[in-house]
């Protein structure tokens, strides 16, 4: 489950991982990012696009049980996006998020802000490994977490 695939650049290199065995729902908010996702979805068969609100999970469940969630949605309620979307990943799953900072608060340094996030998936989700995406993305922490 891909939360913010955009014009799915980044989706479609989670598409060659996951391989043609596998499925990378996208769900996009933006209707113009979705006009250039459904050209990328069109060449690939195991890229599927919806277009949803990564906020209400509620309205895209039926794509099931998924193993991995990939957020990358810029949105101050980043966290609580993941935690409620945590709900369609299976036991133990993983998950993986890039923690914007300066759209979370663009008045908070960036190290108060990932550790106010990393405080709120805590009951969600263990931290497996934090990458900060510097000097390549400024002010973004990618975690890797496991569901508990």
């Given amino acids: 489950l891909y939360l913010g695939a ?9 598409s060659d991982i996951v391989g043609p065995n596998g499925a990378v729902y996208c769900i996009e908010f933006s209707a113009r990012a979705m006009r250039d996702l459904i ?9 599927l ?6 906020r209400m ?3 895209y469940a039926e794509v099931g049980i998924v193993d991995v969630v990939f957020e990358d949605v810029a949105d101050p309620e980043q966290a609580r996006i ?24 663009s008045s908070e340094e ?5 550790a106010h996030v990393k405080k709120q998936l805590s009951d969600s989700f263990e931290i497996i490994q934090e990458i ?4 390549y993305e400024e002010d973004h922490l990618f975690l890797v977490l496991k569901k508990k």
């Avoid at 696009?49 to 990564?54: E, I, M, N, S």
């Avoid at 299976?90 to 890039?98: C, D, E, H, R, Y």
């Fill in 57 to 59: 999970p509620k309205e």
């Fill in 132 to 135: 900060d995406l510097a000097p």
């Fill in 6 to 14: 955009a014009s799915g650049t980044t989706a479609s290199h989670v």
């Fill in 49 to 54: 696009p919806l277009l949803k609100d990564a």
């Fill in 39 to 47: 050209k990328v979805c069109e060449k690939r068969e195991n890229m």
């Fill in 110 to 114: 960036p190290q108060k802000v990932y």
């Fill in 82 to 105: 993941m935690v409620e979307n945590a709900a369609l990943l299976k036991k133990s799953g993983f998950a993986l998020i890039a923690i914007k900072a300066r759209c979370v608060s």
